[in-house]
């Protein structure tokens, strides 16, 4: 489940927990929790065990955090510009939202 292009716990690892919460409410009358549990330690908690903690302040964490927060930053940027012009260009609904505090 899942394939390559899922990031969130490995490949599969999202898609993989959806299916098991899906199995456990479409056959929880004749599956035990137990049951469930053996699926979630052989599908995703190996996942978790290969994960490591890693010093940011390295050079090739700190290019690999750029290259990931930089274009989000950006992004946060030109909404922020789009909202200050947006109240710019309607004054009115600025002044509306100051009677509402």
């Not at 599969?12 to 299916?19: E, N, P, S, V």
């Not at 010093?55 to 200050?84: G, I, T, Y």
Request: contains cysteine; aromatic residues 10%; positive net charge.
């Amino acid at each position: 489940m899942g394939g390559k292009r899922n990031f969130h716990n490995g490949v599969g690892g999202t898609y993989d927990c959806i299916a098991i919460m899906s199995y456990y409410t479409a056959c929880k009358a004749v599956t035990s929790f137990r049951e469930i549990e053996e699926m979630e330690e052989n599908l995703i908690l190996p996942i978790f065990r290969r994960l490591r903690f890693v010093d940011c302040n390295k050079p090739f964490w700190r290019k690999l955090m750029h290259r990931v927060f930089a274009p989000r930053r950006r992004k946060a940027e030109r909404r922020s510009a789009e909202r200050q012009n947006h109240s710019r260009d309607h004054p009115r609904q600025g002044a509306d939202r100051e009677l509402l505090r």
